[in-house]
């Protein structure tokens, strides 16, 4: 059994490639999705308060007041109980309805360690009993989903759970038996997958919330997941319940998945913090806690500067286990949801607010989701294809336009020859220092023409003197000021250089987006003529049926025909009674006569031997009549065929005496 989110495996999903998913155009691109839970103060009852955090109303809020480290979708305070925070996951985040309408769905808990991430998600009640274990409540409410869906629409499911834990590396099987779980399990990738796979991870068949509610306690009292308390938990558990929904009547399969991940603390471990852990343990915790964050930071980083696909190999998700685990709901198919949990001790205050600054970042990154819904048929399979298609080109389309606005505009603001908009900065400018330089021009015309005056002996008198000094002043500016202008012109011819670098990118890419979508076209009218043969054929077998029927018409009519005349030839023979012997045992009778598909042609109706029969073919009392493969007559008057074979030649048939035998075989009377 594998894990990931891969609809491979079942007969009717397309085998797709996960990094096929999530270059994918036709996914919308949905934000992680950040709910931040506070936990009541552990180690201050007297109640200091770090300060992010605020009491209103008795009741211990977060709220950083800077954006960086807020803009979350919700936020639970130090009061709220487990059942508030499903409620939040169910109304307001729509876990499980997604679920049910095919998306894969994952919640993931995020935040240092005793900050309440497995109580918020695997935690409650210390008696044992699940009513205030979150994952427990949206399985259940995922089953009642279900149940209604059954009722209403009669779709038919089938689910099955998995269950994992990941610890320093290793990954560990929490269904298979007690004997086998020490075994570590290991990941399997496929090339150009994006998820992983783990290779004979065993699967739960699950029928109702009883089975699921079975297995969770089992894993809980495996994974002591209540007696951690005052240990730092090293594992990360995953959940997963995957769903397939069959729909008869509007002919789908929905493929999906909703999966909880419980991961251990995300500050770096260090000696005094966690004395119980050997030193090369706290080497690797930090390992996938750091490459977590590395992941993160690069996908975020891409998401900021607006890449859609992020190149795969940039990613640094191959530096752990858990990354690569965590790689499909962190940019694959997935609504994801991070529930980040906070201390609200002031000795955890710097390890909180760390926490809250990466949530911030984590918020940046989004997901390509789309429904993994199939069709049952091959008919419904080419409808949902063809709307792909269809999507596929007009979002194809749409960011074509959005390029070639964002190229027009870079044009419009460096280039300076802009049709119709107005005058770049620069053009002003230059259009500013050629007045300039004209000025110029003929205040140099006048210099010279006074200092050739002097030149010639004449008296420059004190007005000219004066004169001279202010071009010369002049001179000296405008010249530094054609210096200046220069230089700037250069630079603007740099800028340019590099614009039409990048402008020529822009256009490598329209190019290949262009190429993209002939591609696209050429597949959806090759896709479309597929669909036009698979008609032309329809026609063609409906009209060759139409032409069977009619042949079937011809026959009865001919049969009956027969009948008449043998009724007449026996009568002139032995007299009305045997006549009326002959009918009851006659070519209409509803069972007991053989015919067998003849050459047509050799036997024609008039030319049979039926027409004028020879002594060994004359009718016997207990002759019989079928039909062979074709049908069997099932009244007196009619001859009603079974749907009809393709190729079997219906309208050569030949009555013989007997058994049913085949047409070679000897004729015997009885
Ligand atoms: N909302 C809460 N209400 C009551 N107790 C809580 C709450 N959150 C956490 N706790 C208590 O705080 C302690 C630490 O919580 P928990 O084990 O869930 O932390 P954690 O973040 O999962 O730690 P680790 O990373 O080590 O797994 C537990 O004793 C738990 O019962």
């Known amino acids: ?195 992983y796979n783990i290779k004979d991870l065993s699967s739960a068949v699950v029928t109702s919330i009883d089975d699921v509610a079975k297995h969770l306690s089992d894993i809980s009292r495996r994974t002591q997941i209540e007696s951690r308390a005052k240990r730092r938990s090293r594992s990360h558990v995953f959940f997963k319940l995957s769903i397939e929904q069959r729909n008869v009547a509007d002919e789908t399969l929905k493929l999906s998945a909703l999966t909880i991940v419980d991961l251990a603390g995300c500050d770096l471990v260090t000696k005094e913090k966690a004395k119980h852990i050997p030193s090369d343990e706290i080497k690797k915790l930090n390992t996938e806690t750091k490459a977590f964050k590395h992941v993160v930071d690069v996908v975020s980083e891409y998401e900021t500067k607006q890449h859609r696909n992020i190149p795969e190999s940039s990613i640094p998700y191959r530096e752990s286990t858990l990354t690569k685990l965590l790689l499909s709901p962190l940019i694959g198919n997935s609504l994801t949801t991070f529930l980040v949990c906070c201390s609200t001790d002031r000795i955890d205050e710097k390890d909180s607010m760390k926490t809250l600054l990466s949530a911030g970042v984590i918020r940046r990154i989004r997901t390509n989701v789309r429904p993994n819904v199939f069709g049952l048929h091959q008919k419904k399979k080419m409808t949902l294809f063809y709307e792909a298609m269809k999507t596929k080109e007009q979002n194809y389309l749409s960011r074509i336009q959005q390029l070639e606005q964002e190229r027009d505009s870079m044009r419009d603001k460096y280039s300076g020859n802009s049709q119709g908009s107005a005058q770049s900065p620069i053009s002003t400018e230059l259009k500013k220092s050629e007045a300039e330089n004209k000025a110029l021009i003929e205040q140099l015309a006048l210099l010279r023409s006074a200092l050739q005056n002097g030149g010639d002996g004449k008296s420059v008198d004190a007005q000219q003197t004066g004169s001279i000094m202010d071009i010369t002043n002049s001179l000296i500016e405008k010249s530094s000021k054609v210096v200046e202008l220069q230089s700037s012109i250069e630079e603007t011819k740099h800028m340019n250089f590099i614009l039409k670098g990048k402008l020529k990118g822009i ?36 009209s060759e049926l139409d032409h069977f029927k009619e042949i079937n018409k011809i026959r009865t009519e001919k049969l009956q025909l027969m009948e008449e005349r043998m009724s007449k030839l026996n009568l002139g023979s032995s007299g009305q009674d045997s006549a009326s012997s002959i009918r009851n045992n006659s070519l209409s009778a509803s069972s007991g006569h053989t015919m067998v598909p003849i050459d047509e042609g050799k036997v024609g109706f008039g030319g049979s031997s039926w027409s004028n029969p020879s002594p060994k073919t004359t009718v016997p009392r207990n002759r019989q009549v079928s039909v062979g493969s074709i049908g069997q007559s099932s009244t007196e008057d009619g001859f009603v065929p079974r749907p009809l074979k393709k190729g079997l030649k219906l309208n050569s048939v030949r009555v013989v005496s007997g058994p049913a035998t085949s047409p070679n075989r000897p004729h015997t009377n009885s």
């Not at 979508?517 to 329809?538: F, G, P, R, V």
Request: proline share 3%; charged share 30%; glycine share 6%.
């Open 1 to 195: 059994m594998y894990w990931g989110y891969s609809s491979k495996g079942s007969l009717f999903a397309p085998s797709e490639s996960a990094h096929d998913e999530y270059m994918d155009i036709t996914a919308e691109r949905k934000p992680i999705r950040i709910v931040v839970r506070a936990a009541p103060q552990r180690l201050e009852p007297k109640g200091k308060l770090p300060a992010f955090c605020h009491l209103v109303d008795q009741e211990i809020t977060v709220n950083t007041g800077k954006p960086e480290y807020s803009s979350f979708d919700k936020v639970l305070g130090a009061n709220t109980t487990n059942k508030d925070l499903y409620d939040c996951l169910n109304d307001d985040m729509e876990v499980v309805q997604n679920v049910l309408d095919a998306f894969n769905s994952t919640v993931i808990t995020y935040g240092a360690a005793f900050s309440g991430k497995s109580y918020s998600l695997l935690g409650g009640n210390a008696d044992g009993s699940l009513e205030q274990n979150t994952t427990y409540l949206l399985f259940k409410e995922l089953f009642a989903k279900i149940e209604e869906e059954l009722k209403e629409k009669g779709t038919k499911f089938s689910i099955k759970l998995n269950a994992f834990e990941v610890s320093l590396e290793k990954i560990y099987d929490l269904l298979a038996p007690e004997s086998s779980k020490k075994k570590s399990l290991k990941l399997h990738h496929e090339d150009n997958k994006l998820e």
């Open 507 to 542: 256009d490598g890419r329209d190019k290949a987006l262009e190429d993209m979508n002939t591609k696209l076209m050429s597949q959806i009218k090759a896709h479309e003529k597929m669909i036009q043969d698979l008609l032309t054929a329809n026609a063609a077998i409906e």
